[in-house]
């Protein structure tokens, strides 16, 4: 069973930072391109940024320079890096997987139950 469990979202002030973890389980983490997508009341879910198996990043135009992803191969986990928040920052961020469970099967996309940012004075 594959399972993605999103941490790290909460409460924080304009400016501030926040780390959003995800921990793969059930996928080979190394071959898996990961991203974090955010989805705002009322807004569609959109990609905020990608790291692929071999490292390459990739940015929405809105956070770059502001945000950072990064993976730990060793850990299963992915991470986004938030600083220098803004409201309009505020959204559920969810973790997705393009990865694959065995050798012998193909690619396949998974979610978590994401994490809620809430950038507020």
């Known amino acids: 069973q594959v399972q993605l469990v999103e941490s790290g979202g909460g409460l924080v002030q304009p400016g501030g930072s926040l780390r959003l973890s995800c921990a793969a389980s059930?996928?080979?983490?190394?071959?898996?391109?990961m991203a974090w997508y955010r989805q705002a009341p009322g807004k569609q879910r959109d990609l905020v940024a990608r790291?692929?198996?071999?490292?390459?990043?990739s940015y929405t135009s809105s956070v770059k320079g502001r945000f950072t992803i990064s993976r730990d191969n060793a850990k299963n986990t992915v991470y986004l890096q938030m600083n220098s928040l803004k409201p309009e920052d505020t959204a559920v961020y969810y973790c997705?997987?393009?990865?694959?469970?065995?050798?012998?099967?193909?690619?396949?996309?998974?979610w978590g139950q994401g994490t809620q940012v809430t950038v507020s004075s």
């Open positions: 790291i692929t198996g071999g490292g390459s990043t």
């Open positions: 997705n997987a393009d990865g694959k469970r065995s050798l012998y099967e193909g690619y396949s996309n998974y």
């Open positions: 059930g996928i080979i983490f190394s071959m898996s391109a």
